[in-house]
């Protein structure tokens, strides 16, 4: 049984039913009021990755056999990196990617190379989309689980850039650059998922 909380305010999700733009705007600030704070983790798939395709035996340091990050998605991940600085959101260094070139190159463009350590743990959420059993499913889940249920250093949040979930699994199905904001319960204790940002959300409230 996993150790999984969930909690999806309307606010973030915007899906356009319920809320209203002034509502989501002044809790909005309150979200950011919160992540200023630390205690958080957000999770942001890469940017815009349109360039090429990976191969079936597609190499971790070739990233010729790799699809690769747009133009579009360099400009994302930029615009990201200076949204999160804007907006005086403390991030523990070095930022987390998976190894796949568009995960480190988007990371790298929003933090700086220097500030990114590469976590191959994360590759195995890549894999979730390559219609895995349901065994290999489940222990995912749960192992994503055990990483992200304890606290980042205090006063600190912890940012990984990795891979959208598939639709109806983990964390779902992402956008580029979107990102999940994961409350940490503690050690055995799960994990809450407070809502997800959109990177034009992002930019909105950074006023970019």
Not at 182 to 198: S, W
Request: charged residues 20%; hydrophobic residues 35%.
């Amino acid at each position: 049984m996993y150790r999984l909380f969930i909690i999806v305010p309307c606010l973030l999700l915007l899906l356009g039913t319920t809320c209203n733009a002034r509502g989501s705007e002044f809790s909005g600030s309150f979200l950011i009021n919160d992540l200023q704070k630390g205690g958080y983790i957000l999770y942001t798939r890469h940017g815009d990755a349109t360039v090429g395709e990976d191969q079936q035996d597609f190499s971790l340091t070739d990233c010729s056999t790799q699809r690769n990050l747009s133009a579009t998605g360099k400009e994302q991940a930029e615009k990201y990196g200076n949204a999160i600085r804007k907006l005086n959101i403390p991030v523990h260094m070095p930022v987390e990617a998976s190894p796949l070139c568009r995960t480190l190159q988007t990371a790298q463009t929003a933090f700086g190379t220097q500030n990114v350590k590469v976590n191959g743990f994360w590759l195995n959420i890549y894999k979730l989309s390559q219609n895995p059993s349901t065994e290999t499913i489940d222990s995912t889940l749960q192992a994503f689980t055990n990483e992200v249920e304890e606290a980042p250093p205090i006063h600190f949040n912890r940012l990984i850039v990795a891979h959208s979930f598939p639709p109806g699994v983990g964390l779902g199905e992402l956008s580029s650059m979107e990102t999940v904001i994961i409350k940490p319960l503690g050690d055995q204790k799960g994990y809450k998922v407070i809502g997800k940002l959109t990177l034009e959300e992002v930019l909105h409230l950074a006023g970019m």
